[in-house]
C-alpha cells in the first residue's frame, strides 16, 4: 500500500495589519518553529526525523506570502523540502492576496469574499494559480504537478484550470469540508483517486468513521497515534492501494505556535516509527508513484472503534488543558 504524508506548509500572521519585518517572524514561527520554547519542530525538525526514519512526504507550500515578504523566505523553504528528496506541490491561501487582506482588516473575524478560491471567478482563479506557480517556480522548485486548494477550498473551475496548466493532480478533496468549504463534484464516498471530468485526478484526504454516522480525516491533530496507526493498518489489510493522511508545518506546536505540543510531538514520532516499521507493507511515496492501478479500485471504508475514539477525546482534553 502507498502511503501519502501530506503536509500544508503556511503561515499566519499574529497581526494582519503589521509590516513585512512582523510577517517575516510570522514565517519563522509558524514555518520553522523558531521562537517555540525548546527546540524548534517546525519544517527543518520534521524533514529531520522523516530522514530519521526513512520516510518521503509531500509538502504543500503556500507561497503568496512571498509577495509580501520577499522570494528569498519561500526559496528556503522549497530548497529544504526539495534537499531531503520530497515533493513541493501548489497550496495558495487566498487570505494573502492584499485586497483579500484589507477586506480582513475592514471587516475582523467576518467571513469575506476571497477567503476561499471558489469565491473567484474562473478569470480571477487562473490569475491566482499563474502568480503561485510563477512564485514557485522562481524560488527553485521543480515543475509542480499537484495542488491543494487552502482551506480545500476549490470547485470544479479549479480543476480546470489545473488541467490547462499541466497540473495534473488535485489534493482539494476531504469529506470533512465537502460541500462547505470544498465544493468539487465528488461522490459523496469517495476514497480513493478518481478521474474528475476535468482529466485532473483527484486525490482526497482519507479518513474513516469514528463512531456511528461520524466521519473523521486522517490528520495528526485530528486522530491519536493508535487511531492512525489502526487506520493505516486497517486498510493495508482490507485492500487499499493508497492512502493520504493530513499534517501542517506547526502541527507539533500549540495553538499561538509559541511551545512544542508534547502530546502531538508524541503522535509525529510514533506514526512515523509505525510506518518505518511497515515499510515493507505501507511504502510512503510522493505524487510521482500515482498509477492507474490505484484509482481501479474502490477500498471499503475504514471504522474504527469506539476505546479508541474514547482515549482520544480524553488526549484532546487533556491537550486543551495545557493549552490554555
Known amino acids: 500500500m502507498k502511503v501519502v504524508l501530506s503536509v500544508d506548509v503556511e503561515s499566519w500572521p499574529l497581526d494582519w495589519r503589521a509590516d513585512a519585518a512582523q510577517w517575516l517572524q510570522d514565517v519563522e514561527r509558524c514555518v520553522w518553529g523558531r521562537g517555540v520554547s525548546g527546540e524548534p519542530v517546525g519544517l527543518g525538525f520534521q524533514l529531520a526525523r522523516l530522514a530519521h526514519y526513512g520516510l518521503t512526504a509531500v509538502f504543500f507550500v503556500e ?16 530548497d529544504a523540502i526539495q534537499a531531503g528528496g520530497h515533493e513541493v506541490q501548489l497550496h495558495p491561501h487566498t487570505e494573502w492576496l492584499e485586497p483579500v487582506r484589507q477586506a480582513r482588516l475592514a471587516q475582523p473575524g467576518e467571513f469575506v469574499r476571497g477567503c476561499r478560491l471558489h469565491h473567484f471567478s474562473a ?22 504537478t499537484a495542488f491543494r486548494a487552502g482551506s480545500f477550498g476549490a470547485d470544479d473551475h479549479t480543476l480546470t484550470l489545473l488541467a490547462a496548466r499541466g497540473v495534473g493532480v488535485d489534493s482539494s478533496l ?23 471530468p476535468s482529466g485532473v485526478i483527484e486525490a482526497p484526504v482519507n479518513g474513516f468513521e469514528d463512531r456511528p454516522g ?23 489489510r ?31 514520532d510514533q506514526v512515523c516509527a509505525f510506518l518505518a516499521r511497515h515499510r515493507e507493507r505501507m511504502h510512503t511515496v510522493g505524487f510521482a508513484q500515482l498509477q492507474t492501478e490505484d484509482w481501479a479500485h474502490q477500498p471499503p471504508p475504514l471504522r474504527s472503534h469506539r476505546g479508541r475514539t ?15
Open 310 to 324: 474514547a482515549w482520544r477525546m480524553v488526549e484532546q482534553a487533556a491537550r486543551r488543558l495545557w493549552r490554555g
Open 214 to 236: 461520524h466521519w473523521r480525516h486522517l490528520q495528526l491533530t485530528a486522530c491519536s497515534a493508535g487511531e492512525m496507526t489502526a487506520m493505516l493498518d486497517q486498510a493495508q
Open 238 to 268: 482490507s485492500g487499499w492501494r493508497w492512502v493520504m493522511t493530513l499534517s501542517h508545518s506547526f502541527e507539533l506546536m500549540n495553538g499561538m505556535r509559541t511551545r512544542v505540543d508534547p502530546l502531538m510531538l508524541r503522535r509525529f
Open 63 to 78: 507561497p503568496l506570502f512571498a509577495e509580501r515578504v520577499g522570494l528569498d523566505a519561500l526559496r528556503r523553504i522549497v
Open 123 to 144: 478569470t480571477e482563479q487562473g490569475e491566482i494559480l499563474d502568480r503561485g506557480l510563477a512564485l514557485l517556480r522562481d524560488a527553485g522548485a521543480a515543475p509542480v
Open 174 to 196: 476531504d469529506q470533512a469540508y465537502l460541500g462547505r468549504d470544498c465544493v468539487v463534484s465528488a461522490p459523496p464516498d469517495a476514497r480513493a483517486p478518481f478521474v474528475h
